[in-house]
């Protein structure tokens, strides 16, 4: 099994700390810096790396949280007064975004702006775009893009320090998609199947060569109904998949129906839509590290 180099090089020459992009108190009156706002702590942790120490970089939702429908406290309205930048995912995801800035001058810069959407293959939300982008290195890239640009645009006189750090992060997500690739390749063909509670895979199976099953396509609403669970048991039982997996921020009750009916096994545990407070994923390039070597060990068993 690959194993994964640690990146914390690049966290010491970004300043990635995770204090510095998940929810906090107001900075202190001496902090000057421009705040700039993500919606979740993914983008987060990647808008620190571009920015450094030159800006504030904060998240609204705190590890752990889900984020689909998320409802933003009083505090989080606060913080989002003052505010110079936000920062939101789109395609559908933050369902809550438009309530949390009606009433905030903020400009706000989405992220997946630019990527070609991949629609939910099945389910209630059949067709849509499925928000999940960031799960794949290669569109990251695009999302490392956005976040140089409105850097740069609110604070022009650091704007080479945005590009130049920007420019060493996609060098970076490119090296990691192709260690992605590189642990996945060792699934056996007939067990290339991903069996995941949420739809939440479809851009990283779509890289590294992967069949996609999911009980829900996005969010946990109508989760584990008795056709979605049947549906998943027989497709695991027809490939015979040895894993099935579940994500971090959701209720897995129904996909411990589907491995005990199905004779697989629950693998561990799969980050998606939140960074954990610290280990095992307290960046978002150790959450596509971890779930890459979460799934070629299940699959590969």
Same mark, same amino acid.
């Given at each position: ?17 995770? @204090?510095? !992009? +998940?929810?906090?108190? #107001? ?10 706002? =993500? ?21 609204? +939702?705190?590890?752990? @949280?889900?984020?689909? #429908? ?5 505090? #989080? ?28 001058? @903020? ?13 939910? =293959? &099945? ?5 849509? #775009? ?5 799960? &794949?290195?290669?569109?990251?890239? +695009? ?23 920007? /420019? ?6 490119? &090296? ?9 390749? %060792? ?11 949420? *739809? @939440? ?11 996609? *099953? ?10 584990? %109904? ?11 039982? /027809?490939? /015979?998949?040895?894993?099935?997996? !579940?994500?971090? +921020?959701?209720?897995? &009750? ?43 060990? *299940?699959? %590969?068993?």
């Amino acid at each position: 099994m690959p194993k994964f180099p640690s990146i914390l090089a690049l966290a010491a020459v970004a300043g990635l700390t995770l @204090a510095g !992009c +998940t929810s906090s108190p #107001d900075p202190a009156p001496t902090d000057n810096r421009p705040v700039v706002l =993500a919606t979740f702590t993914v983008i987060a942790d990647m808008a620190q790396v571009v920015a450094g120490d030159d800006l504030r970089v904060e998240s609204v +939702t705190r590890p752990g @949280a889900e984020i689909h #429908d998320y409802e933003p406290s009083p505090q #989080d309205l606060r913080r989002g007064q003052g505010a110079q930048l936000i920062l939101e995912n789109g395609l559908g995801l933050e369902t809550w975004f438009q309530r949390f800035t009606q009433d905030i001058d @903020a400009p706000t810069v989405t992220l997946s702006e630019g990527v070609t959407p991949i629609p939910v =293959a &099945s389910g209630e939300y059949t067709g849509r #775009d499925n928000p999940h982008a960031w799960m &794949s290195p290669i569109v990251a890239q +695009t999302y490392v893009k956005n976040i140089v640009t409105a850097f740069s645009t609110l604070d022009p006189q650091n704007a080479a320090g945005y590009r130049e750090r920007g /420019e060493a992060y996609s060098r970076e997500l490119g &090296s990691v998609a192709s260690e992605l690739s590189a642990a996945l390749e %060792t699934i056996p063909e007939n067990r290339r199947f991903l069996a995941t509670c949420e *739809g @939440a895979f479809s851009y990283l199976a779509r890289d590294v060569g992967l069949d996609e *099953g999911f009980l829900w396509g996005v969010n946990q609403e109508n989760e584990g %109904t008795p056709q979605q669970i049947s549906g998943l048991i027989r497709e695991v039982r /027809e490939r /015979e998949v040895p894993t099935i997996f !579940c994500e971090s +921020t959701v209720n897995n &009750s129904a996909q411990r129906q589907v491995a005990a009916d199905s004779g697989a096994q629950l693998g561990g545990l799969l980050y998606v839509d939140s960074l954990s407070d610290g280990p095992p994923v307290g960046s978002y390039l150790d959450l596509l590290r971890h779930d890459a070597q979460v799934i070629a060990e *299940g699959l %590969t068993r």
